[in-house]
């Protein structure tokens, strides 16, 4: 086995224990005995378990937002670049199961290399661009874009989560209801929203009862 397939080999290896045991749970000598080689060679590649562990992330978040970008930069109705970005995302889940369990989990080391609110919080970036100009044109506030894209976009990544758990129902019905709360809430959106009175004044009670206790 050359160098660059043995390389590679340990990835697939430690990226399977990652997502089953998650990065504390895994250790360089289980990596290198699934693999079937010393622990030495498993230092002599990657410096130790941090090393695996920040390539694996590092290659994920490239793919997964890869895919987002290239959804989203499609053109189009904004409501088709929803729908575009919601199918990507459960695209990836579906044919990258190992990778997304890693990019959920938090770990220091992944502070480094990126993690998926990281990664959400790119693709929000480029949603932002979306809606601000969809909000000029419909007169509403473009300032207020980049808080609805953080909505919008971790709406749909928490969405992902679940549904790696349970896939079920099927990922284009998913994606549907997905698009069908978060355009039909966009459609509907008043110019200046407020919090009902009734919500308010129990607010305050609560934070003043609190407050005395």
Known sequence: MSGHQRR????????????????????????????EV???????????????????????VETLLAALTRSLRQGGHPRVTVERAA???LDYIETNTDGFRILVRDSPVAQATGTFSSLIGDVATQVEEVLAEAFDRQGFD??????????????????GQW???????????????????????????????????????????????????
Do not use: C
């Open 163 to 213: 549904w790696l758990e349970t896939q079920t129902p099927p990922k284009d019905e998913v994606a549907a209801h997905l698009v069908n709360l978060s355009w039909n809430g966009l459609s509907g959106l008043t110019h200046q929203p407020r919090l009902t009175r009734a919500a308010t004044r129990r607010h305050q009670r609560d934070r003043g009862a609190a407050e005395e206790a």
């Open 8 to 35: 590679e080999q340990l990835l697939q290896v430690a990226r399977s224990l990652f997502a089953e045991k998650g990065f504390g749970g895994t250790s360089v000598e289980e990596i290198a005995a699934r693999a």
């Open 142 to 159: 473009p300032a207020t874009a980049p808080m609805y894209a953080q909505m919008l976009v971790g709406m749909i990544a928490l969405t």
């Open 38 to 60: 010393s622990k030495p060679v498993v230092y002599e590649h990657f410096g130790g378990k941090e090393g695996v562990y920040a390539v694996i992330v590092d290659r994920e």
């Open 87 to 89: 199918m990507a995302l």
